[in-house]
């Protein structure tokens, strides 16, 4: 136990979750509204979006690739998920999967192209982001969807518990689907034979196919996977927003990197963890959060954001940098 | 030897693709294709108005924005490196030039007036050249991945944006300035000579001096380069500068064209500079592109925009089109060798 904790203190995790803490003793004892249970339970159902896709890309990166696309698969998966839900008056679990296999489509066509035609994953990205939302937009007009099924714009609420000030709190769409689809990422990634190969992949392609992996396989899953995971989280969003607007979810995919990347996960491939892509995305939402109710203007969130980040792996960076040199030492 | 599958693309090469050496390398060659057959198509079915002189120009008007940004993020592209923060870079230079020179501008004529612009004018690349030292410094001196810490500055330089002048625009700009995005000398709009300005001394850089042969090394094999007795590290930190200056050159275009500066204006640019510097012929992997290269793409994209703006299609499909482009260009290669035909 001694050993692991040692081992605990060294990583990048434990530099993250010593932030946070800092930064939640500092706001729980400065503002009043931080450690309540309903902006808890307010922070997990706004970031619930962001965390979903982050569990797909961490998937993504520590095989060694990039996606960028997912944004723009998001955006389809809705749409014609609402759209056809409006029409045909689905349910719970038919629109899911719908979006899911919409997802998994879009998803499958980025792992083709990496794949059999060679072509490097953050080009083959970028190319498909400009032409799914291109022609989502193209050919919806831009349109929003205003109107859902009313099932769908109830949501569901689960534990429902009402405190002694009538506010009700419990676990709703946002909340469920950002704990199973975090759960499921930890299980494949640790759990399964899968999830050891994609590590493999990441960490030496060349050593993972002379192994005999099959890669073009492990590709597939990894950007198929990435695209159900875009698939719920559209799903979700839709249900937060109420409503489905084809052109606010592009330009958010580099958030979605800031945190898996602020977790610790190597661009470079085969390094990150479910539990630091936690970390970061937690760290993201809670110091915006906290810069709120500490009043600072939101026009400098921003710039808080950014300086977070660089200071984050630059001292990330830093340490690495300190242990290398004590291993050359020793 | 200019049927090599990979020609040598050492310094003297980009010179000479730049002055238009057209068959000597076979990216360009492919590229310059492509837009002969784009601008025949487009020809057959938009027909004499597609030629006119006021589509020209309007196409060289629209071309240096995009360029130089560009540009900016090329140089990063080549030596494996990647800039996310450009495109907030521009944005913070335009805001702070198009701030002096809306407050402190005495009068439209004399000497004072043209001073404050050339004074305006360096702060903004003061600015950038801070921001350029600062993404050098954490890239190349604490070993940070390039695209984590653009990210970073490209968070942060945004929010100063955003923070200063609350999301609002700042407009109404010396006549000057906006003659510089609107205006033509012997026909040939302004913008487009700056974007000639700024081209040719990067391509002699890039080409011509020890400089750029380090750049494109380093892209190949940094470790190499290092133990070879260049100060990589140096090199890396002036990349950075000099794609923000770049930047801020783009920033002032931007805001001559819209005689106006603003924290989020032409964001949706920054993947397609990518975009433009991969069709080119930039690997993004570093170590190789060309300026030549670059150019005939934005040319080429341009093209499909003004087409496609002709004919009345949405500027969604023209993503679209760009996008598909993209996969197609990088896929020919590869399909090629798939089937065994050697290029």
Redesign the interface.
Known sequence: MPENFARFRRSHEFWLLSVILILVVGLSVMTEGFLTLQNLFDLLTSYAFLGILASGLLVVLISGGID?SFTATASIAQYITMLLANKYGLNWFIVFAMASVVGIALGAINAV?IDR????S???S??????F??????ITG?KYIYSLPPWFSHGIYWFEYVDADEISYGINLQILALAVMFTLTWLILNRTNIGRQIYALGGNREAAQRLGFNVFRLNILVYCYMGLTAGVASLIQAQLAQSVAPTVLV?KE?DV??AV?LGGA???GGVGTVFGTILGLTLLAVMQNGLILLGV?S?????????V??LS??A???S??RKRKGVMTE | MSNAPHPPRGPDAALMSLIGSLTGDVTNRRLAILLVALVAVFGLIIGEGFFTKATVQSMAFQLPELGILSLAMMITLISGGLNLSIISTANLCALAMAYIMTKMLPGTEGFAFVGWQIVAIAVGLLIASIIGLVNGFIIAYLGVSPILTTLGTMTMVKGIGIGMTRGNVISGLPDSIVFLGNGTVLGIPTAMLVFAVVTIPMAIALGRTPFGAATYMIGSNEKATQFSGIDTKRVILRIYVISSLLAAVAGLVMMARFNSANASYAESYLLVTILAAVLGGVDPMGGFGKIAGVILSLVILQVISSAFNLLNFSQFLTLAIWGAILVGVTAVPNIRKRLGLID
Do not use: D, K
């Open positions: 960028i192209l035609l060679n072509i490097s953050i080009i083959v970028i190319a498909t982001l400009n032409i939302y291109g022609l989502l937009v193209f831009g330009g580099l990197l800031a990347v190597s661009l470079a203007s026009y400098y969130s921003q710039f808080f954001v950014g300086l980040i660089l792996v630059s990330t960076a830093l690495a940098r």
